[in-house]
């Protein structure tokens, strides 16, 4: 036998002989198990029956039961903080079984396990409850805490100090700078629905879901159709939510979304929800569409008619927001022209407030803001700076204004018709919180805007016909993958 051939044996023999020493079995936490036993005193949803989403005006008890387990699985003697968190939704506090166990959205376990009460909000699909060792031990009270205390009480090689320079640091009262195990762990999931269109409104001023990336609820009863196609992005429409409002949405696509028409309806729709100055939007959406072709019936429903009162009431127009709506019997304001105005006072070729010329209104100016504002009171002026800029221009009826927005009628010139009558403008309602005139309605085709001048239709047709662009079914169509 050669020496390599002797040799060979040997270190087979010391190779196994490592792999094999005991160390003992592995200690310490890895993991932990985490369990929703109720919800709102009850056993929790199932997936056939799911909660409705929440919205975030109200919270929902989920009691618990969270152990820390061992890398083989085994109950870990661990006492300290886990820090709760529910995805997606928020956790707005914790109740443990005794009080002083709990501090925030923080629970300690004892003897490795801890049980209490989480209550949670703006909850919606399958959502699971996590808890995590981030390493926070909460100082005594009246004590000085560890991470407050301008001292470096871990490594000396660590120059980092307190909180929040030392990463070991979770908050300013942890009692320690040394960072957790982060071990974590998660329930199974609890079935709330998906948010509808009205839920991510939020039935109020502002979605209970913002910067959320989000599926929004397109399954039956809902019906949710395409009621506008823009130059950058779609509206659409929940027809199951007509009565309660709020059942409209604008999806941000940053261009007009291909193959995409007027009473399609939505099969899936997704995307990151944002407010923009006021005006609720989806932004980067995702989308499958159901289309509509020729001989089909169009869902989209008639267009809800403001009135002095509606206009005026800041809860009935955000019912509306991103909906179809119509204002009739209005006419241009009379002082719409491009001239600066002088001393607050309008004429016919006067409404601009750019007094320096510089090209927008300075409203920190004591002359240009005063100009602004006294336009925006008066029923009979239209800014020039905003139409030059957005193309936004009032309306009014002699008592009620608001603003409106034409550019997809190109052979109609508002300046050249101000004080003229228009019989009826239909289109989409959006919202800006700057300033007082916050509502626009934008044409979406000429069909919305009905007047004796050139451009303008001769009488306001139905949302069936209105806007409508028929598919055949050789059509080559498409969504977002």
């Known amino acids: 036998m050669t020496p390599r051939a002797r040799l060979l044996p040997a270190l087979l023999a010391a190779a196994l002989a490592g792999c094999g020493s005991d160390a003992g079995p592995p200690r310490g936490v890895s993991s932990f198990w985490v369990q929703v036993v109720e919800v709102n005193g009850e056993a929790p949803p199932s997936a056939d029956a799911p909660l409705p989403a929440n919205r975030g005006d109200t919270a929902d008890a989920w009691s618990f039961r969270i152990e820390a387990r061992d890398p083989a699985g085994r109950r870990a003697p661990f006492d300290g903080m886990v820090r709760l968190s529910v ?12 009080a002083d166990l709990a501090i925030g959205r923080n629970v300690r376990l004892r003897g490795g396990v ?23 031990e909460p100082a005594p009270r009246g004590g000085r805490p560890a991470c407050a205390n301008g001292e470096n009480d871990d490594a000396p090689g660590d120059v980092l100090i ?35 269109v009205a839920d991510v409104q939020g039935g109020g001023s502002a979605t209970p879901y913002a910067f959320e990336g989000i599926q929004i609820n397109t399954a039956a009863p809902q019906e949710v159709v395409v009621t506008r196609v823009a130059s950058d992005g779609f509206y659409v429409t929940d027809l199951t939510g007509q009565d309660g409002g709020y059942n409209h949405l604008f999806a941000y696509n940053f261009n007009t979304p291909a193959n995409m028409r007027v009473c399609d309806r939505l099969q899936y729709l997704a995307g ?10 989806l932004s980067f959406p ?7 072709h020729e001989g089909e019936p169009c869902p989209v429903p008639e267009p809800a008619v403001l009135d002095a009162r509606t206009i005026a009431d800041a809860s009935a127009m955000e019912r509306l927001e991103s909906g179809l709506v119509r204002v009739e019997g209005v006419h241009i304001s009379k002082n719409f022209g491009p001239k600066p105005a002088r001393n607050n006072v309008f004429a016919p070729e006067q409404s601009s407030c750019d ?5 927008q209104v300075d409203f920190e100016s004591r002359t240009e803001g005063s100009c602004a504002n006294a336009c925006s009171r008066d029923p009979e002026c239209s800014e020039w700076t905003s139409y030059s800029a957005r193309g936004n221009y009032k309306v009014t009826d002699g008592s009620s204004m608001i603003q409106i927005q034409t550019g997809t009628v190109s052979a109609f010139d508002p300046t050249s018709h101000r004080g003229r009558a228009l019989e009826a403008v239909t289109g989409t309602l959006r919202n800006f919180s700057g300033g007082s005139l916050n509502w626009t309605i934008e044409a979406r085709c000429p069909d919305d805007l009905v007047c004796e001048a050139p451009g303008c239709a001769p009488a306001a047709k139905p949302s069936t016909e209105a806007c409508v662009r028929l598919r055949s079914l050789n059509d080559n169509d498409a969504e977002t993958n």
């Open 87 to 98: 995805e997606p939704g928020a956790v707005v506090d914790v109740e443990a079984d005794e």
């Open 114 to 136: 801890a049980t209490g009460v989480v209550h949670v909000t703006a909850v919606y699909g399958p959502a699971r409850l996590w808890a995590e060792d981030v390493g926070y």
């Open 162 to 196: 307190d909180f929040p320079a030392d990463p070991g640091c979770a908050f300013a009262d942890d009692d320690t700078e040394e960072g957790g195990t982060f071990s974590a762990g998660a329930s199974k999931p609890v079935a709330y629905a998906l948010p509808r």
């Open 272 to 281: 990151t929800v944002n407010e923009f100055f006021g005006f609720t939007e």
């Open 286 to 292: 995702s989308y499958e569409i159901a289309p509509f």
């Open 355 to 359: 007094l320096n010329g510089d090209g």
